[in-house]
Nanobody, 121 residues
């Protein structure tokens, strides 16, 4: 089992920045690629970003490219999502996940509870 706990969400004005963190515990962190997904009210969960086990590969949803950056610190068992130039449409609950590299939620075995990000206009 892997336990994932997100933090760093909050309320920010459009154009602002936030950094989300996801701390992992349980099985070895480096066994898993990590992903960030988000879900806005009334919408399906959508892929945001993924990072390989070593951190050498990343992939992003087109809607966030150039604004959001995923990274990981394997020594700290933590994955990050640096969010800049935030837009109101980025408002959602953001969840991290551990599993296999890729954009499909079905590739991930473990999920955190999520952290709310609200971007005001």
């Amino acid at each position: 089992q892997v336990q994932l706990v997100e933090s760093g969400g909050g309320l920010v004005q459009a154009g602002g920045s936030l950094r989300l963190s996801c701390a992992a515990s349980g099985r070895p962190f480096t066994k898993y690629a990590m992903g960030w997904f988000r879900q806005a009210p009334g919408n399906e969960r959508e892929f945001v970003a993924t990072i390989s086990r070593s951190g050498g590969l990343t992939e992003y949803a087109d809607s966030v490219k150039g604004r959001l950056t995923i990274s990981r610190d394997n020594a700290k068992n933590t994955v990050y999502l640096q969010m800049t130039s935030l837009k109101p449409e980025d408002t959602a609950v953001y969840s991290c996940a551990a599993g296999s590299y890729g954009s499909s939620s079905g590739r991930y075995d473990y999920w955190g509870q999520g952290t709310q990000v609200t971007v005001s206009s």
